[in-house]
């Protein structure tokens, strides 16, 4: 019994830290992708004179 409950603690502290993992590294690359695009729209001198 004491097995089970210890492999039912494994996975969902697996669980939760893949989430928790996931929720970082989709933060991460949503701010590099605005980033890049603020950058991309900065450096064109040409798009803010219309």
């Known amino acids: 019994m ?7 603690l494994f996975v ?5 830290a893949g989430a928790f993992l996931g929720a970082i590294g989709g ?3 949503a701010l590099i992708a605005t980033r890049h695009a603020h ?3 900065a ?8």
Do not use: E, V, W, Y
């Open 2 to 8: 004491l097995h089970l409950l210890k492999c039912l």
């Open 12 to 16: 969902l502290c697996g669980a939760f």
């Open 27 to 29: 933060g991460m690359a």
């Open 39 to 41: 950058a991309s729209i």
């Open 43 to 50: 450096t064109r001198p040409d798009s803010h004179r219309a």
